[in-house]
C-alpha cells in the first residue's frame, strides 16, 4: 500500500495543472495546493484554482501574490503591450506568451512551501511537446531544478530528495484530456483562455491547444466558447 | 578593456550585499539593484539598500514584495513566533534564522529581472564561511543554480551563460570590510540587526558577527549599536 505523503500542487486553474491536481489525488497524496497571482491578463483562472481546490478538499490552498513578474513585464501574459497570439499556429520557437522566469519562481516558491509543511514532491503541469517552445517546460530545466532545490533546502541538506513530478511532460493535450476523463477531472470548472473574459475566446493559441486535445481525443469540452471556429 | 555590461545585484541593505554592489561597480558593471521585501522582521534593511542604490546611483532599483514567505513563516526571519537568537555562538547546524528557499526564490526572481533588461549576470552576497549553516549559501548550490537558470531562460536557450557572482564566498567577515573599506563602501548607511530597530541590538547574532569582522580587520563599524558589549 501507497505511504500516506504530502505534496505541493502548482495549480493554474488551467486544463495540465488541473489534470496533475487529479492525478496527485489519485496517487493518495495530500495536497497543499499552491497558485499564483503574477498580474496575468487571465486572471480569472485564479477563481478557476479556488473552485478546483475546493472540489478536491485540499487539504490547504495558497495564493501567493508576486507583484513584481507584472511590474517587470517582458510578456504578452503580463505586459499589456504585448498582445496574445491567435496565429493558431504553435511555431516552433520561444512564444511572446513565454513570461521570463516562470516555471524557475513557481517552483523555487512551491519548495519553500513544501519545505514548511514538511512535502517531499511538487507536483507541475508542464508539458514538453505542445509549447515546446517554452525553455522552461524542457525535461532538463526539470531534472537540473531538482537537484538545486535539493541542495537549497534544510531537508536536502539532511538527506532527503525533493522530487518534481511532472505527470503530463510527454502527453499530448488529447492524452492529458483522455487520462483526466478517466480520473473525473471537473474540466467544467477549468480555464485555459489568455485574453482572460468571462467565457473562453476560443481562438487564442490557449484555446486553440485546449479544443484541438478535445477534438482529438473524441470528447466533449464541457467549457463555453465565445467563438466558434473549427478546429483543425 | 573591461566591455560594459549589464549586472543585476541582490541588494538587501546590509554590509555583505552593499560590499557586493561595490564589487560591481568596481567591475564596471551597469546596475539593476533587486531588493527583497518578504516580510523579514528587519524591514528597517530596506530603508538601508535605498539609501545605498541611490549612493551608488544605480540604473535602476526593484523592490519585490513576497508577501508569501512570511505567510507561510518557518524562519525566525518572518515568524514573530519564532526568537532571533543571540547566542553569540555561531553553532555548526541550520540556524532557525534560515529562511525556506530564500536564496533559491530570491536567484529565480533575479534571474527574471536579468532577463528582461538583458542582463547576463547575477550578483549575490553570498558567504560560505561565516553561517556555513544555511544550505542556500553553499558553493554546490550556487553551481547547480547557475546550470538551471541557464536551462529555464530564454537567453539560456539562444546559448547565453547567466553567471551567478559571489564575490565574497570565501572571504571572512574581516576580510569583507577590509575590501568593502578599500572601495569605499558607505558602511555608514547599512543595517545588519536582525532585531529591526532603528538602532543595532549590538547582540543579536547578525549584530556580533558584524562587530567581530570590523574588530579583526582593525577597522571602525560607523554604526551606532543599544548595546555596548565586548566582543570576542
Not at 29 to 45: K, M, N, P, S
Not at 100 to 125: D, H, K, M, Q, W
Not at 134 to 159: N, Q, V, W
Amino acid at each position: 500500500m501507497k505511504q500516506y505523503e504530502k505534496a505541493v500542487v502548482i495549480l493554474s486553474g488551467g486544463l495540465d495543472s488541473t489534470t496533475c491536481l487529479g492525478v496527485a489525488v489519485q496517487e493518495g497524496e495530500e495536497v497543499y495546493a499552491l497558485t499564483f497571482d503574477y498580474g496575468q491578463r487571465h486572471r480569472i483562472e485564479i477563481e478557476s484554482a479556488k473552485k478546483v481546490a475546493e472540489y478536491y478538499r485540499v487539504k490547504e490552498h495558497q495564493i501567493a501574490t508576486l507583484p513584481f513578474l507584472r511590474a517587470i513585464g517582458g510578456s504578452a501574459l503580463t505586459d499589456k503591450e504585448i498582445a496574445v497570439p491567435h496565429s493558431g499556429v504553435i511555431a516552433n520557437e520561444i512564444p511572446v506568451t513565454y513570461v521570463p522566469g516562470r516555471n524557475l519562481i513557481f517552483l523555487s516558491i512551491a519548495t519553500a512551501y513544501a519545505e514548511v509543511v514538511g512535502a517531499n514532491a511538487i507536483y507541475l503541469g508542464v508539458n514538453a511537446l505542445d509549447y515546446s517552445g517554452y525553455p522552461d517546460c524542457r525535461p532538463a530545466f526539470i531534472e537540473s531544478f531538482a537537484r538545486t532545490a535539493t541542495l537549497a533546502t534544510k531537508a536536502g541538506a539532511m538527506g532527503a530528495t525533493l522530487q518534481i513530478k511532472t505527470p503530463l511532460l510527454y502527453l499530448s493535450k488529447a492524452e492529458i484530456v483522455t487520462l483526466g476523463t478517466k480520473l473525473g477531472v471537473p474540466y467544467e470548472l477549468t480555464s485555459s483562455c489568455y485574453e482572460g473574459g468571462s467565457v473562453a475566446c476560443g481562438v487564442c493559441d490557449s484555446c486553440r491547444l485546449r479544443r484541438k486535445g478535445f477534438a482529438e481525443a473524441g470528447l466533449t469540452d464541457p467549457i463555453a466558447y465565445s467563438e466558434r471556429i473549427d478546429v483543425v
